[in-house]
T-cell receptor
Framework: SQQGEEDPQALSIQEGENATMNCSYK?????LQWYRQNSGRGLVHLIL?????REKHSGRLRVTLDTSKKSSSLLITASRAADTASYFC???????????FGRGTSLIVHP | SQTIHQWPATLVQPVGSPLSLECTVE??????LYWYRQAAGRGLQLLFY??????ISSEVPQNLSASRPQDRQFILSSKKLLLSDSGFYLC?????????????FGSGTQLSVL
């Protein structure tokens, strides 16, 4: 079953603009991860934020986590055409080894 | 460094034919291994995962099976493919050190069943 759900499903922006994607989930989590998938390729891990963290940065990426609202956001600043991809959140909970993935947000950055 | 190899990259098979997709991991020992399927424009559906040799857990009942004959080898099989088996298949691994850690994905196999 899918726990995380990304919003919006699709996002189209111009190069240089910021892109914000959101992820909502239903049950308590140990951590939340964001992945990127270029068309026809495997997923690449971007960032992991644990349930006791509120914000994390990695280069142009900023992830926030609000456990009271059961939501997370991924911000990509100063977007580039190369950021065009699908972005997935994945939640980990309980003693499971396995993150549960959402359906993803398709991001298109126009040059 | 660790690497994951998945092949073939694309595969076109007739309905009723057998299937064998292979995945190998290098540079790590006793990884957790996973097979996911992704339908066009959809999220990832976990098919199988394994925490050790010969240990396979199935998440979705179907005509697919998985095997782990060696520590770093994971195979997805079918005796008779269905049209509904078409999709993008992804192999992944994670360390067995703790739960919910990040996954490392292969480059995927695009399977078309005709």
């Amino acid at each position: 079953s899918q726990q995380g759900e990304e919003d919006p499903q699709a996002l189209s922006i111009q190069e240089g603009e910021n892109a914000t994607m959101n992820c909502s989930y239903k049950t308590s989590i140990n951590n939340l991860q964001w992945y990127r998938q270029n068309s026809g390729r495997g997923l690449v891990h971007l960032i992991l934020i644990r349930s006791n963290e509120r914000e994390k940065h990695s280069g142009r990426l900023r992830v926030t986590l609000d456990t009271s609202k059961k939501s997370s956001s991924l911000l990509i600043t100063a977007s580039r055409a190369a950021d065009t991809a699908s972005y997935f959140c994945a939640t980990g909970s309980g003693g499971s080894y396995i993150p549960t993935f959402g359906r993803g947000t398709s991001l298109i950055v126009h040059p | 460094s660790q690497t994951i190899h998945q092949w073939p990259a694309t595969l076109v098979q007739p309905v009723g034919s057998p299937l064998s997709l292979e995945c190998t991991v290098e540079g790590t020992s006793n990884p957790n291994l996973y097979w996911y399927r992704q339908a066009a424009g959809r999220g990832l559906q976990l098919l199988f995962y394994s925490v050790g040799i010969g240990q396979i857990s199935s998440e979705v009942p179907q005509n697919l099976s998985a095997s782990r004959p060696q520590d770093r080898q994971f195979i997805l099989s079918s005796k008779k493919l269905l049209l509904s088996d078409s999709g993008f298949y992804l192999c992944a691994w994670s360390t067995g050190a703790s739960t919910n850690e990040k996954l490392f994905f292969g480059s995927g196999t695009q399977l078309s069943v005709l």
